[in-house]
């Protein structure tokens, strides 16, 4: 059996490299991965937890689909988001995007 230490290790090594790809990358679909990668760490966190505390309650599945839905419709969401700036201001560039900016 697998200790739980090695999932908590994996689930770190996976959100740190998200974040970096979060605030280290200028290209928003970059960026969003980046996200995607650390929502992926949080649903190991989520299923490593619930097999080694108490695998007779199905918690630990449950919320790791809600945070599926979640990624799912965020990724939906943002890729709408990042067609509609990229066919008006014709970039991907995160610091080129000052719609908000006077």
């Not at 740190?16 to 649903?43: D, H, P, Q, T």
């Not at 490593?48 to 799912?72: E, H, K, M, N, S």
């Amino acid at each position: 059996m697998i200790p739980l230490s090695w999932f908590l290790l994996l689930a770190a090594a996976l959100f740190s490299i998200g974040l970096f790809g979060v605030l280290a990358r200028k290209n928003v679909i970059a960026i969003l991965m980046g996200v995607e990668l650390m929502l992926n760490a949080v649903n190991i966190n989520l299923v490593a937890f619930w097999r080694y505390l108490d695998p007779t309650v199905l918690a630990g599945q449950a919320f790791a689909i809600i945070v599926f839905a979640v990624a799912a419709a965020e990724v939906a969401v943002g890729l709408a988001l990042i067609i509609s700036v990229y066919r008006r201001r014709k970039t991907t560039v995160a610091d080129a995007l000052d719609m908000l900016k006077w």
